[in-house]
């Protein structure tokens, strides 16, 4: 696989529902009341449910992978999360909108992949990378 500065991955964008929170939490036994309970959440200030962030990250991920066309080939990823996705109880849920471009290519046969994630239009992880060998 070649890969250059400045090459776009193709974007993906993924409607995140409560349903979904309810599976994340049962496959990462992350029960915590703020990813489902909207009466808990708001009584300790957020503004409703929220995603789980690992959730939110794993989704950039595989953005990547599908790229690679093949996930093992994801060396390293990393991110903080800076903004909740807050999923309302619909049918509809939280557009979260990823896209990803190369941003260094490095002599051992890797590369660095810059991906930016977006919640209304907000960034909801900050230095999201993946190192991935090519």
């Given at each position: 696989?070649?890969?250059?500065?400045?090459?776009?991955?193709?974007?993906?964008?993924?409607?995140?529902?409560?349903?979904?929170?309810?599976?994340?939490?049962?496959?990462?036994?992350?029960f915590?009341?703020?990813?489902?309970?909207?009466?808990?959440?708001?009584?300790?200030?957020?503004?409703?449910?929220?995603?789980?962030?690992?959730?939110?990250?794993?989704?950039?991920?595989?953005?990547?992978g599908?790229?690679?066309?093949?996930?093992?080939?994801?060396?390293?990823?990393?991110?903080?999360?800076?903004?909740?996705?807050?999923?309302?109880?619909?049918?509809?849920?939280?557009?979260?909108?990823?896209?990803?471009?190369?941003g260094?290519?490095?002599?051992?046969?890797?590369?660095?992949?810059?991906?930016?994630?977006?919640?209304?239009?907000?960034?909801?992880?900050?230095?999201?990378?993946?190192?991935?060998?090519?």
């Amino acid at each position: 696989m070649q890969a250059t500065v400045g090459d776009q991955l193709p974007p993906l964008s993924v409607r995140v529902t409560r349903a979904q929170l309810v599976r994340y939490a049962g496959a990462s036994l992350d029960f915590n009341p703020i990813h489902w309970n909207e009466r808990f959440a708001k009584g300790v200030g957020l503004p409703d449910v929220i995603a789980h962030g690992m959730l939110t990250m794993a989704l950039g991920s595989r953005m990547v992978g599908d790229w690679l066309g093949d996930p093992a080939r994801i060396v390293h990823y990393g991110a903080r999360f800076t903004r909740p996705v807050v999923v309302p109880d619909d049918e509809d849920g939280a557009l979260v909108e990823f896209t990803g471009k190369i941003g260094e290519v490095r002599d051992d046969g890797t590369a660095r992949v810059d991906i930016t994630a977006k919640f209304e239009g907000k960034t909801v992880l900050g230095k999201a990378q993946a190192v991935v060998r090519l």
